[in-house]
């Protein structure tokens, strides 16, 4: 089908123990992220165009936690553009 559709997203996590003696917590977190989606025939090939904005409020968050050994903690990603095209032949 052509024409235009546009994308939402919510990720929401709950809150997360960091050591195995679960003595230390990352908070839960939520994020939203936002598409939109183009498709067009050009000729006979259908032309497909995406931009997607990932953590729209840009929000700072502990993604995911983890013990081994020590504890480790991974940072959420900031605010992400991506575009892309595709042709179909």
Sequence with gaps: ATGL???GR???TGKQMVNAANTLEIP???RF???ARYVAVLG???????FNVDNV??????SSAYDAFNAA???GAPRT???SASIDF
Excluded: H, I, M, S
């Design 28 to 30: 839960e977190w939520t």
């Design 81 to 83: 553009f991506k575009a």
């Design 5 to 7: 559709t546009l994308t």
């Design 73 to 75: 903690l991974l940072q």
């Design 57 to 62: 409020a840009n929000r700072r968050y502990w």
């Design 33 to 35: 992220d936002l598409g």
């Design 44 to 50: 006979e090939t259908p032309l497909t165009l995406r």
């Design 10 to 12: 919510v990720v929401q």
